[in-house]
């Protein structure tokens, strides 16, 4: 079965540093992946997606861009942190329906 | 694109009694309606869903039912227990596995004892 790995679980940033988030995919190829943010107490607001290799799908703009260099690794980055971009970051996707990763919680202090 | 309504945004009930949380949708060509429940630090969870092929479906306590004529599908909860108390999301996509599924902004559902 198709499983999403996402690390780190926590990260603690200071405004204006850049950041990484890496989301791996086992179990399965050639899946549709998918970075949610949520916000404390909110929805699920769907950041970016992507199809394959290279192709990014942009949903709101914002600070942060997201790339696909391997058909199973999707990654969340920014140049340079608001405080506005906390939140718990989710990984999700794959080829049968939708699996979601563990999140990823950042502060932006 | 599409859009997600979701209510209410909390929901208290009697452990027993039953709970309901509605979505309503703007794409008519969504066709696929997943519900999730979060626990608190949590990934969301699949805990039933449903295509627009049928008008209704049950797994134990838990049943969803969808009227594409209205658009707008249900999340229905009967014998609510203390383990039930979570967010609660909708979504609709155009697809199961190949279209992004568009969140509702959440149910938190509290059952007392």
């Known amino acids: 079965s198709q499983t999403i790995h996402q690390w780190p679980a926590t990260l603690v940033q200071p405004v204006g540093s850049p950041l990484s988030l890496e989301c791996t995919v086992e179990g399965t190829s050639n899946p549709n992946l998918y970075w949610y943010r949520q916000a404390a107490g909110r929805g699920l607001q769907l950041l970016f997606y992507s199809v394959g290799i290279g192709q990014i799908s942009s949903e709101v703009p914002q600070n942060l861009s997201a790339s696909r260099p391997q058909d199973r690794q999707f990654i969340l980055s920014s140049k340079k942190l608001l405080l506005s971009d906390s939140g718990f970051y989710l990984c999700?996707?794959?080829?049968?329906?939708?699996?979601f990763g563990s999140g990823t919680r950042l502060t932006v202090v | 694109g599409e859009n997600v309504e979701q209510h209410p945004s909390t929901l208290s009930v009697q452990e027993g009694d039953s709970a309901v949380i509605k979505c309503t949708y703007s794409d008519s060509a969504s066709n696929y309606f997943p519900w999730y429940k979060q626990e608190l630090g949590k990934r969301p969870q699949l805990i039933i869903d449903?295509?627009?092929?049928?008008g209704e479906k049950k797994d134990q306590r838990i049943a969803v039912t969808l009227n594409k004529t209205a658009k707008h599908f249900s999340l229905h909860i009967t014998e609510t227990q203390p383990e039930d108390s979570a967010v609660y999301f909708c979504?609709?996509?155009?697809?199961?596995?190949?279209?992004?599924?568009?969140f509702g902004t959440g149910t938190r559902l509290q059952v007392f004892p």
């Open positions: 979504a609709a996509s155009q697809s199961y596995n190949t279209d992004k599924l568009i």
């Open positions: 999700a996707g794959g080829t049968y329906g939708y699996t």
């Open positions: 449903i295509r627009s092929n049928v």
